[in-house]
Protein backbone atom coordinates (compact mmCIF):
# COMPACT_ATOMS: atom_id res chain seq x y z
CA UNK A 1 0.00 0.00 0.00
CA UNK A 2 1.23 3.64 -0.51
CA UNK A 3 2.25 5.74 2.26
CA UNK A 4 -0.41 7.96 2.34
CA UNK A 5 -1.81 9.31 5.15
CA UNK A 6 -5.31 7.07 5.75
CA UNK A 7 -3.40 4.54 4.15
CA UNK A 8 -0.80 3.38 6.78
CA UNK A 9 -0.90 1.94 10.46
CA UNK A 10 0.60 2.34 13.48
CA UNK A 11 1.80 -1.52 13.89
CA UNK A 12 4.10 -0.90 16.95
CA UNK A 13 0.72 -0.09 19.21
CA UNK A 14 -0.99 -3.63 18.10
CA UNK A 15 -0.74 -6.65 19.77
CA UNK A 16 -0.41 -8.77 17.16
CA UNK A 17 -0.66 -12.61 17.48
CA UNK A 18 1.33 -15.18 17.14
CA UNK A 19 -0.02 -18.01 15.32
CA UNK A 20 2.53 -19.42 14.02
CA UNK A 21 2.88 -23.51 13.43
CA UNK A 22 5.98 -25.31 13.77
CA UNK A 23 6.16 -28.00 11.70
CA UNK A 24 8.13 -31.55 12.88
CA UNK A 25 8.83 -33.15 9.73
CA UNK A 26 11.51 -31.94 7.13
CA UNK A 27 12.74 -33.23 3.72
CA UNK A 28 16.31 -34.05 3.79
CA UNK A 29 17.82 -35.16 0.26
CA UNK A 30 14.03 -35.47 -1.20
CA UNK A 31 13.12 -37.90 2.27
CA UNK A 32 10.76 -37.22 4.71
CA UNK A 33 12.92 -37.12 8.10
CA UNK A 34 11.53 -35.81 12.08
CA UNK A 35 13.23 -32.89 12.78
CA UNK A 36 12.63 -32.72 16.33
CA UNK A 37 10.96 -31.53 19.18
CA UNK A 38 9.61 -28.42 18.20
CA UNK A 39 7.07 -25.84 20.51
CA UNK A 40 3.14 -25.74 19.19
CA UNK A 41 1.13 -22.86 18.07
CA UNK A 42 2.80 -19.99 19.13
CA UNK A 43 5.74 -20.62 20.31
CA UNK A 44 4.18 -22.55 23.44
CA UNK A 45 6.14 -25.80 25.04
CA UNK A 46 3.63 -28.48 24.26
CA UNK A 47 2.56 -30.72 27.70
CA UNK A 48 5.41 -33.20 28.06
CA UNK A 49 8.07 -31.26 26.30
CA UNK A 50 9.47 -29.54 29.72
CA UNK A 51 9.74 -32.91 31.59
CA UNK A 52 11.62 -34.73 28.22
CA UNK A 53 14.36 -32.47 28.44
CA UNK A 54 17.39 -33.81 30.02
CA UNK A 55 19.27 -30.96 31.82
CA UNK A 56 23.38 -30.41 31.91
CA UNK A 57 25.84 -28.33 34.54
CA UNK A 58 27.07 -26.54 31.19
CA UNK A 59 24.21 -23.97 31.43
CA UNK A 60 25.57 -23.61 35.11
CA UNK A 61 29.07 -23.26 34.76
CA UNK A 62 31.29 -19.74 34.61
CA UNK A 63 32.63 -18.88 31.21
CA UNK A 64 36.33 -17.59 30.81
CA UNK A 65 37.27 -14.42 28.82
CA UNK A 66 40.97 -16.46 28.61
CA UNK A 67 39.78 -19.18 27.03
CA UNK A 68 36.27 -17.68 25.29
CA UNK A 69 32.79 -18.89 25.14
CA UNK A 70 32.96 -20.94 22.11
CA UNK A 71 34.96 -23.75 23.52
CA UNK A 72 33.49 -26.75 24.57
CA UNK A 73 33.54 -27.68 28.10
CA UNK A 74 35.37 -31.20 27.34
CA UNK A 75 38.11 -29.05 26.72
CA UNK A 76 37.37 -26.32 29.11
CA UNK A 77 37.15 -28.48 32.36
CA UNK A 78 39.11 -30.89 31.10
CA UNK A 79 41.27 -32.87 34.29
CA UNK A 80 38.77 -30.68 36.93
CA UNK A 81 36.83 -33.03 39.21
CA UNK A 82 35.07 -32.09 42.40
CA UNK A 83 36.05 -34.60 45.13
CA UNK A 84 33.47 -34.85 48.10
CA UNK A 85 33.49 -36.98 50.96
CA UNK A 86 30.38 -39.13 52.00
CA UNK A 87 29.74 -42.48 53.77
CA UNK A 88 26.87 -44.85 53.64
CA UNK A 89 25.21 -47.26 56.03
CA UNK A 90 25.46 -51.07 55.65
CA UNK A 91 23.25 -53.72 57.84
CA UNK A 92 24.92 -56.49 59.07
CA UNK A 93 22.73 -59.38 59.91
CA UNK A 94 23.48 -62.20 61.87
CA UNK A 95 26.47 -61.03 64.15
CA UNK A 96 26.32 -60.19 67.58
CA UNK A 97 29.00 -57.74 67.73
CA UNK A 98 27.58 -55.25 65.48
CA UNK A 99 24.07 -54.68 63.95
CA UNK A 100 26.03 -51.82 61.28
CA UNK A 101 28.89 -50.25 59.01
CA UNK A 102 29.76 -46.99 58.73
CA UNK A 103 31.63 -47.08 55.16
CA UNK A 104 33.54 -44.32 53.68
CA UNK A 105 33.62 -43.20 50.17
CA UNK A 106 35.13 -40.91 47.94
CA UNK A 107 32.60 -38.86 45.06
CA UNK A 108 34.86 -37.96 41.96
CA UNK A 109 32.44 -35.18 39.93
CA UNK A 110 33.92 -35.01 36.39
CA UNK A 111 33.35 -31.18 35.05
CA UNK A 112 33.68 -32.32 31.50
CA UNK A 113 31.22 -34.99 30.96
CA UNK A 114 28.85 -35.20 34.31
CA UNK A 115 30.23 -38.13 34.85
CA UNK A 116 30.51 -39.63 38.42
CA UNK A 117 32.68 -42.59 39.42
CA UNK A 118 32.38 -43.61 43.50
CA UNK A 119 35.45 -45.32 45.27
CA UNK A 120 36.00 -46.87 48.79
CA UNK A 121 39.60 -46.04 50.46
CA UNK A 122 41.31 -49.35 51.28
CA UNK A 123 41.30 -50.24 55.53
CA UNK A 124 44.31 -53.03 56.55
CA UNK A 125 42.11 -56.38 57.95
CA UNK A 126 39.20 -54.82 56.93
CA UNK A 127 38.21 -58.74 55.20
CA UNK A 128 35.29 -56.19 52.74
CA UNK A 129 36.21 -55.98 49.14
CA UNK A 130 37.34 -52.20 48.72
CA UNK A 131 38.25 -49.83 46.25
CA UNK A 132 36.11 -48.51 43.06
CA UNK A 133 33.10 -49.30 43.97
CA UNK A 134 31.03 -47.41 41.07
CA UNK A 135 32.90 -47.03 37.58
CA UNK A 136 33.01 -43.84 36.22
CA UNK A 137 29.67 -42.92 33.78
CA UNK A 138 26.77 -40.90 34.04
CA UNK A 139 24.71 -42.37 36.75
CA UNK A 140 20.36 -41.60 36.18
CA UNK A 141 18.17 -40.75 38.98
CA UNK A 142 16.22 -42.71 40.69
CA UNK A 143 12.06 -42.11 39.44
CA UNK A 144 13.12 -40.21 36.22
CA UNK A 145 11.21 -41.03 33.48
CA UNK A 146 12.88 -38.78 31.02
CA UNK A 147 16.52 -40.44 32.19
CA UNK A 148 18.03 -37.46 33.82
CA UNK A 149 21.16 -37.66 35.21
CA UNK A 150 23.18 -35.88 38.23
CA UNK A 151 24.40 -32.52 37.29
CA UNK A 152 26.49 -29.93 39.35
CA UNK A 153 23.81 -28.58 41.59
CA UNK A 154 22.61 -32.11 42.84
CA UNK A 155 26.23 -32.55 45.18
CA UNK A 156 26.89 -30.53 48.26
CA UNK A 157 27.71 -31.13 51.11
CA UNK A 158 25.05 -31.99 53.98
CA UNK A 159 22.99 -33.66 51.20
CA UNK A 160 21.53 -37.27 50.67
CA UNK A 161 22.13 -38.90 47.00
CA UNK A 162 21.12 -42.11 46.12
CA UNK A 163 23.14 -43.92 43.51
CA UNK A 164 21.11 -47.88 42.43
CA UNK A 165 19.68 -47.92 45.84
CA UNK A 166 22.30 -46.97 47.97
CA UNK A 167 22.47 -44.10 49.66
CA UNK A 168 25.83 -42.03 49.98
CA UNK A 169 25.40 -39.02 53.19
CA UNK A 170 28.14 -36.15 52.03
CA UNK A 171 29.84 -34.54 54.66
CA UNK A 172 32.71 -32.57 53.34
CA UNK A 173 34.90 -31.76 50.22
CA UNK A 174 38.06 -30.61 49.15
CA UNK A 175 39.23 -26.98 48.50
CA UNK A 176 38.89 -26.62 44.76
CA UNK A 177 35.50 -28.18 45.04
CA UNK A 178 34.58 -25.31 47.89
CA UNK A 179 36.13 -22.76 45.54
CA UNK A 180 34.09 -24.03 42.14
CA UNK A 181 31.03 -23.91 43.54
CA UNK A 182 31.37 -20.78 45.44
CA UNK A 183 32.45 -19.78 42.01
CA UNK A 184 29.05 -20.61 40.32
CA UNK A 185 26.93 -18.94 43.67
CA UNK A 186 26.42 -22.35 45.45
CA UNK A 187 26.06 -22.20 48.52
CA UNK A 188 28.56 -24.82 50.78
CA UNK A 189 28.02 -25.39 54.50
CA UNK A 190 31.09 -26.04 56.77
CA UNK A 191 32.40 -29.84 56.73
CA UNK A 192 31.28 -32.42 59.42
CA UNK A 193 32.80 -35.53 60.50
CA UNK A 194 31.74 -38.96 59.69
CA UNK A 195 30.37 -40.47 62.35
CA UNK A 196 31.99 -43.34 64.56
CA UNK A 197 32.23 -47.13 63.47
CA UNK A 198 30.92 -49.02 66.93
CA UNK A 199 32.90 -52.50 65.44
CA UNK A 200 36.04 -50.36 64.15
CA UNK A 201 35.57 -48.52 68.11
CA UNK A 202 35.57 -52.05 69.84
CA UNK A 203 38.16 -53.25 67.56
CA UNK A 204 40.62 -50.35 68.59
CA UNK A 205 39.96 -50.88 72.17
CA UNK A 206 41.34 -54.55 72.06
CA UNK A 207 44.12 -53.85 69.77
CA UNK A 208 45.14 -51.67 72.31
CA UNK A 209 45.01 -53.99 75.43
CA UNK A 210 46.77 -56.48 73.42
CA UNK A 211 50.62 -56.64 74.30
CA UNK A 212 53.13 -59.53 73.20
CA UNK A 213 53.70 -62.59 75.78
CA UNK A 214 57.19 -62.79 74.10
CA UNK A 215 58.14 -59.21 72.99
CA UNK A 216 61.56 -59.33 70.92
CA UNK A 217 63.50 -56.42 69.63
CA UNK A 218 61.93 -54.65 66.33
CA UNK A 219 63.44 -55.84 62.82
CA UNK A 220 64.49 -53.19 60.96
CA UNK A 221 66.39 -54.58 58.37
CA UNK A 222 64.13 -54.15 55.45
CA UNK A 223 63.57 -50.33 56.65
CA UNK A 224 67.08 -49.88 56.99
CA UNK A 225 67.82 -51.10 53.23
CA UNK A 226 65.16 -49.48 51.36
CA UNK A 227 66.08 -46.03 53.21
CA UNK A 228 70.16 -46.67 52.46
CA UNK A 229 70.33 -48.70 49.30
CA UNK A 230 73.34 -47.89 47.20
CA UNK A 231 74.58 -45.50 49.58
CA UNK A 232 78.00 -46.21 50.46
CA UNK A 233 80.69 -44.61 52.58
CA UNK A 234 84.34 -44.14 50.88
CA UNK A 235 87.67 -44.36 53.00
CA UNK A 236 91.20 -43.62 51.66
CA UNK A 237 93.48 -45.83 54.10
CA UNK A 238 97.04 -47.10 54.08
CA UNK A 239 98.42 -50.46 55.98
CA UNK A 240 102.17 -50.19 57.05
CA UNK A 241 103.27 -53.89 55.52
CA UNK A 242 107.04 -53.05 55.85
CA UNK A 243 107.62 -55.63 58.83
CA UNK A 244 106.96 -58.41 56.37
CA UNK A 245 109.54 -60.06 54.06
CA UNK A 246 109.11 -57.74 50.47
CA UNK A 247 106.55 -55.70 52.45
CA UNK A 248 106.12 -51.79 51.91
CA UNK A 249 103.30 -49.17 52.35
CA UNK A 250 100.09 -50.38 50.83
CA UNK A 251 97.15 -48.03 49.84
CA UNK A 252 93.96 -49.44 50.59
CA UNK A 253 90.18 -48.35 50.14
CA UNK A 254 87.60 -48.89 52.05
CA UNK A 255 83.91 -48.99 51.38
CA UNK A 256 81.24 -48.93 54.19
CA UNK A 257 77.97 -50.30 52.82
CA UNK A 258 75.07 -48.58 54.82
CA UNK A 259 72.23 -50.82 53.33
CA UNK A 260 73.30 -54.01 55.54
CA UNK A 261 77.06 -52.69 57.50
CA UNK A 262 79.27 -54.50 54.92
CA UNK A 263 82.64 -53.92 54.24
CA UNK A 264 85.07 -54.71 51.18
CA UNK A 265 88.67 -53.71 50.44
CA UNK A 266 89.92 -52.52 47.49
CA UNK A 267 93.83 -52.06 47.05
CA UNK A 268 95.05 -49.01 45.00
CA UNK A 269 98.13 -50.19 42.85
CA UNK A 270 100.19 -48.05 41.44
CA UNK A 271 101.89 -48.69 37.50
CA UNK A 272 104.47 -51.08 36.79
CA UNK A 273 104.23 -52.05 40.77
CA UNK A 274 105.04 -55.57 39.55
CA UNK A 275 101.57 -56.52 41.31
CA UNK A 276 98.95 -58.60 40.31
CA UNK A 277 96.08 -56.10 38.02
CA UNK A 278 93.20 -57.45 40.97
CA UNK A 279 92.56 -55.06 43.04
CA UNK A 280 90.12 -57.35 45.51
CA UNK A 281 91.62 -57.47 48.87
CA UNK A 282 88.31 -58.64 50.99
CA UNK A 283 84.98 -59.40 49.56
CA UNK A 284 82.06 -57.84 50.89
CA UNK A 285 81.12 -58.96 54.38
CA UNK A 286 80.78 -58.47 57.84
CA UNK A 287 83.72 -57.64 59.57
CA UNK A 288 83.75 -58.29 63.19
CA UNK A 289 85.94 -56.27 65.46
CA UNK A 290 88.11 -59.09 67.20
CA UNK A 291 88.81 -61.97 64.75
CA UNK A 292 88.05 -65.31 66.77
CA UNK A 293 89.45 -68.08 65.45
CA UNK A 294 86.75 -71.03 63.98
CA UNK A 295 83.69 -68.26 64.49
CA UNK A 296 81.33 -67.56 61.64
CA UNK A 297 79.90 -64.75 61.07
CA UNK A 298 76.52 -66.24 61.81
CA UNK A 299 76.38 -67.25 64.96
CA UNK A 300 73.53 -66.29 67.07
CA UNK A 301 76.24 -65.27 69.93
CA UNK A 302 77.94 -62.71 67.86
CA UNK A 303 75.91 -59.35 68.21
CA UNK A 304 75.72 -56.02 66.02
CA UNK A 305 78.53 -54.27 68.87
CA UNK A 306 81.13 -56.94 67.50
CA UNK A 307 80.91 -55.54 64.26
CA UNK A 308 82.25 -52.44 62.89
CA UNK A 309 80.17 -49.92 62.01
CA UNK A 310 79.92 -46.31 60.88
CA UNK A 311 80.54 -44.95 64.30
CA UNK A 312 84.13 -46.37 64.05
CA UNK A 313 85.57 -44.79 61.43
CA UNK A 314 86.96 -41.76 61.63
CA UNK A 315 89.73 -39.83 59.81
CA UNK A 316 93.18 -40.37 62.07
CA UNK A 317 91.98 -43.93 63.70
CA UNK A 318 93.84 -47.02 63.03
CA UNK A 319 91.21 -50.04 62.39
CA UNK A 320 92.32 -53.66 62.85
CA UNK A 321 90.93 -55.23 59.92
CA UNK A 322 90.93 -58.83 60.27
CA UNK A 323 94.49 -57.60 62.22
CA UNK A 324 95.90 -55.71 59.56
CA UNK A 325 96.20 -51.88 61.00
CA UNK A 326 94.57 -49.41 58.25
CA UNK A 327 95.07 -45.92 58.99
CA UNK A 328 92.37 -43.97 57.80
CA UNK A 329 93.90 -40.99 56.12
CA UNK A 330 90.57 -39.13 54.23
CA UNK A 331 87.26 -39.83 52.61
CA UNK A 332 85.24 -38.79 49.54
CA UNK A 333 82.73 -35.55 49.80
CA UNK A 334 79.30 -38.07 49.72
CA UNK A 335 80.78 -39.64 53.24
CA UNK A 336 81.88 -35.96 54.33
CA UNK A 337 77.92 -34.94 54.14
CA UNK A 338 77.06 -37.74 55.47
CA UNK A 339 78.96 -37.30 58.71
CA UNK A 340 77.93 -33.95 58.77
CA UNK A 341 74.38 -34.60 58.58
CA UNK A 342 74.06 -37.34 60.87
CA UNK A 343 77.03 -36.37 63.53
CA UNK A 344 77.69 -32.67 63.62
CA UNK A 345 81.14 -33.24 62.36
CA UNK A 346 82.95 -30.30 60.81
CA UNK A 347 86.43 -30.86 60.76
CA UNK A 348 87.35 -33.09 58.14
CA UNK A 349 91.56 -32.87 57.52
CA UNK A 350 92.98 -35.20 56.16
CA UNK A 351 95.66 -37.36 57.43
CA UNK A 352 98.80 -37.57 55.59
CA UNK A 353 100.42 -40.90 55.28
CA UNK A 354 104.05 -39.11 55.50
CA UNK A 355 103.67 -37.83 58.91
CA UNK A 356 102.15 -41.42 59.84
CA UNK A 357 105.18 -43.00 58.59
CA UNK A 358 107.17 -41.16 61.02
CA UNK A 359 105.35 -41.40 64.06
CA UNK A 360 105.47 -45.04 63.55
CA UNK A 361 109.00 -45.26 62.91
CA UNK A 362 109.95 -42.79 65.69
CA UNK A 363 107.72 -45.33 67.78
CA UNK A 364 109.43 -48.66 66.73
CA UNK A 365 112.93 -46.89 67.71
CA UNK A 366 112.20 -45.26 70.85
CA UNK A 367 109.61 -48.42 72.46
CA UNK A 368 106.47 -48.96 73.40
CA UNK A 369 105.61 -47.81 76.71
CA UNK A 370 103.03 -50.91 77.70
CA UNK A 371 104.17 -53.85 79.42
CA UNK A 372 102.51 -56.80 79.60
CA UNK A 373 102.31 -59.09 82.22
CA UNK A 374 103.57 -62.89 81.45
CA UNK A 375 99.97 -64.00 83.13
CA UNK A 376 97.89 -62.13 81.09
CA UNK A 377 99.38 -63.88 78.14
CA UNK A 378 95.68 -63.82 76.19
CA UNK A 379 95.74 -59.74 76.51
CA UNK A 380 98.89 -60.21 75.21
CA UNK A 381 97.54 -62.04 72.25
CA UNK A 382 95.21 -59.66 71.40
CA UNK A 383 96.94 -56.69 71.71
CA UNK A 384 99.95 -57.93 68.98
CA UNK A 385 97.67 -59.72 66.50
CA UNK A 386 99.27 -59.73 63.22
CA UNK A 387 102.32 -58.63 64.33
CA UNK A 388 105.26 -60.71 64.30
CA UNK A 389 109.48 -60.75 64.69
CA UNK A 390 112.22 -61.93 61.99
CA UNK A 391 115.42 -63.90 62.85
CA UNK A 392 118.26 -64.79 60.77
CA UNK A 393 119.01 -68.49 60.82
CA UNK A 394 121.25 -71.00 59.48
CA UNK A 395 121.39 -74.50 59.67
CA UNK A 396 123.82 -76.48 61.93
CA UNK A 397 124.73 -79.87 60.02
CA UNK A 398 127.81 -81.26 59.03
CA UNK A 399 126.86 -81.21 55.45
CA UNK A 400 129.00 -79.05 53.50
CA UNK A 401 126.34 -78.07 50.92
CA UNK A 402 123.59 -77.29 53.42
CA UNK A 403 126.25 -74.74 55.93
CA UNK A 404 125.98 -71.77 53.61
CA UNK A 405 122.46 -71.73 53.51
CA UNK A 406 120.13 -68.91 55.20
CA UNK A 407 116.51 -69.10 56.68
CA UNK A 408 114.61 -66.13 58.00
CA UNK A 409 112.12 -67.60 60.82
CA UNK A 410 109.06 -65.50 61.81
CA UNK A 411 107.68 -65.57 64.70
CA UNK A 412 104.00 -64.81 65.11
CA UNK A 413 103.38 -63.05 68.51
CA UNK A 414 99.80 -63.82 68.59
CA UNK A 415 99.51 -67.35 68.69
CA UNK A 416 103.28 -68.28 69.17
CA UNK A 417 103.47 -69.74 65.94
CA UNK A 418 106.41 -70.35 63.67
CA UNK A 419 107.06 -70.30 59.87
CA UNK A 420 110.22 -70.60 58.01
CA UNK A 421 111.19 -69.04 54.33
CA UNK A 422 114.51 -69.72 52.50
CA UNK A 423 115.88 -66.46 50.41
CA UNK A 424 116.98 -67.59 46.80
CA UNK A 425 120.66 -67.32 46.67
CA UNK A 426 121.77 -66.89 43.23
CA UNK A 427 124.21 -69.94 41.82
CA UNK A 428 123.67 -71.75 44.96
CA UNK A 429 122.01 -74.44 42.88
CA UNK A 430 118.94 -74.74 45.35
CA UNK A 431 115.44 -73.70 45.23
CA UNK A 432 114.49 -70.98 47.56
CA UNK A 433 111.30 -70.15 49.00
CA UNK A 434 108.80 -71.62 51.81
CA UNK A 435 110.63 -73.92 54.03
CA UNK A 436 107.96 -74.40 56.73
CA UNK A 437 104.39 -73.29 56.86
CA UNK A 438 102.97 -71.64 59.59
CA UNK A 439 102.09 -73.67 62.55
CA UNK A 440 103.06 -74.26 66.16
CA UNK A 441 106.06 -76.30 66.49
CA UNK A 442 106.56 -78.42 69.44
CA UNK A 443 109.52 -78.91 71.02
CA UNK A 444 112.44 -82.45 70.62
CA UNK A 445 110.68 -83.78 73.85
CA UNK A 446 106.98 -83.59 71.98
CA UNK A 447 105.14 -82.82 74.77
CA UNK A 448 105.32 -78.76 75.04
CA UNK A 449 105.79 -76.13 72.23
CA UNK A 450 107.95 -73.46 71.38
CA UNK A 451 107.25 -69.72 72.91
CA UNK A 452 108.93 -66.68 73.19
CA UNK A 453 110.79 -67.31 75.71
CA UNK A 454 112.85 -69.58 73.61
CA UNK A 455 113.83 -66.90 71.12
CA UNK A 456 117.13 -65.22 71.55
CA UNK A 457 120.19 -64.92 69.56
CA UNK A 458 122.54 -67.85 70.06
CA UNK A 459 119.41 -70.32 70.37
CA UNK A 460 119.33 -73.75 68.82
CA UNK A 461 115.51 -74.45 67.57
CA UNK A 462 114.89 -77.76 66.20
CA UNK A 463 111.89 -78.21 63.58
CA UNK A 464 110.99 -81.40 62.22
CA UNK A 465 114.83 -82.43 63.05
CA UNK A 466 116.38 -79.56 61.23
CA UNK A 467 118.77 -78.09 63.76
CA UNK A 468 118.61 -73.86 63.21
CA UNK A 469 121.25 -71.55 64.65
CA UNK A 470 120.04 -67.66 65.66
CA UNK A 471 122.40 -65.12 64.44
CA UNK A 472 120.67 -62.26 64.18
CA UNK A 473 117.40 -60.29 63.74
CA UNK A 474 116.23 -57.44 62.41
CA UNK A 475 115.67 -54.17 64.38
CA UNK A 476 112.33 -54.16 64.80
CA UNK A 477 112.74 -57.53 66.56
CA UNK A 478 115.40 -56.29 68.77
CA UNK A 479 113.50 -53.23 70.03
CA UNK A 480 110.94 -55.69 70.22
CA UNK A 481 112.54 -57.93 72.69
CA UNK A 482 114.40 -55.29 74.55
CA UNK A 483 111.38 -53.56 75.29
CA UNK A 484 109.60 -56.80 76.67
CA UNK A 485 111.55 -58.89 78.69
CA UNK A 486 109.05 -60.78 80.37
CA UNK A 487 108.71 -62.47 77.43
CA UNK A 488 111.78 -62.39 76.10
CA UNK A 489 114.23 -63.57 79.27
CA UNK A 490 117.15 -64.43 77.16
CA UNK A 491 117.99 -61.81 75.32
CA UNK A 492 120.86 -60.08 75.76
CA UNK A 493 121.43 -56.16 74.59
Known amino acids: MPMLPGHSFDFEKMVIPNHRKSHAFDFCNSVSVFAGERPGIGGKILFGQAEATIASSVDKYPHSKAIGDCVPAWLAFDRKV???????????????????????????????????????????????????????????????LNGQHYTVSDLNVEKEVTFYARTFKIVGCDEFTREFLTSINVDVPSSSGVPEDPYQVLRAELLGRMKATRPCAPNTQLKKFLENDRRVLRFYCIWDDTNTVFGDVRHMVVHYYLSDDTVDIHERIPANSGRPSNSMFLRRCRLPKNKTPGASALSPSTGPEHYFSERDFTLGAVLHLNGRPFVICDCDEFTKEFYRENYGLESFEPVRPEDYLEVAKDASTAGHKEIVDVNQEKGFRKLYDGLFLRFLAVLKTSKQVDSDRKFVISLYLADASLSVFEPHQRNSGIMGGKFLEKSKIKKPDGISYYETADFYIGAELTFHSHTFLIQSADEYALVFMGQHPLQFPNYKK
Open 82 to 144: LRFYAYFQEAVHEKREEQYRVRRVNIYFYLEDDTIHVSEPKYANSGIPQGVMIRRHRIPKSGS
